[in-house]
């Protein structure tokens, strides 16, 4: 009598444990969970990176019509400002890279280049500004002024696409989880 009442609870434990295994796809073996740290960060870059992104093309339109270098000048301030702002975002983003899941990881490594470019066009339209205020229809400075604009446009797109994997990821493995499907791997 005690062996079957044993073995009673033996079969639904197994089972239990079986599927406990089965549907915890987040805890496999070295497997990183997204860091909530880092997806804010990336979600405030996000944010950043849009408005510098509309700054910028704003700036390389004067390229098409008669603005006066006083309005350049104030542009450029304002798309300074957002890249300095998304350089401070970038060192918090590297700080907490150590707990970041590997597409984080990866996220927070492809913003440097980007940055680097628009830090050096974005000094080279200040220093043109600064040195020949009067001429600002000359092909360098359009050329500047649409570097800007392209990089800033890219690093917002490729910031919202990480973001946007992230968000489904997270919406996938809830989902995976709410309706005990097996994740396979």
């Known amino acids: 009598m ?21 549907f915890l796809p987040s805890l496999k073996a070295g497997e990183v969970p997204d860091s909530e740290r880092v997806s804010k960060l990336l979600s405030d870059a996000k944010t950043m990176a849009f408005q510098l992104k509309e700054d910028a093309a704003m700036m390389e ?4 019509i008669n603005v006066s270098w006083e309005s350049h000048a104030a542009a450029i301030t304002v798309v300074k400002t957002h890249v300095n702002e998304l350089g401070r975002q970038e060192a918090k ?6 707990d970041a899941a590997p597409w984080q990881k990866i996220a927070i490594d492809r913003i440097m280049p980007y940055l680097e470019e628009l830090e050096g066009y974005t000094t080279a339209v200040i220093e043109h500004v600064n040195a020949e205020p009067r001429r600002l229809n000359t092909a360098e400075y359009k050329d500047y002024l649409e570097a800007n604009a392209d990089y800033s446009g890219d690093l917002a797109a490729m910031i919202s696409d990480f973001v946007n994997y992230g968000n489904t990821k997270n919406r996938l493995e809830r989902l995976t989880n709410k309706l005990e499907v097996p994740v396979s791997r």
């Not at 005690?2 to 406990?20: S, T």
Request: glycine fraction near 4%; proline fraction near 3%.
């Open 93 to 98: 983003l590297k700080e907490a890279r150590a």
């Open 61 to 64: 339109s004067f390229t098409r």
């Open 2 to 22: 005690k062996m079957h009442r044993n073995k009673r609870w033996a079969v639904p434990l197994a089972l239990a444990a079986a599927g406990f295994l089965i």
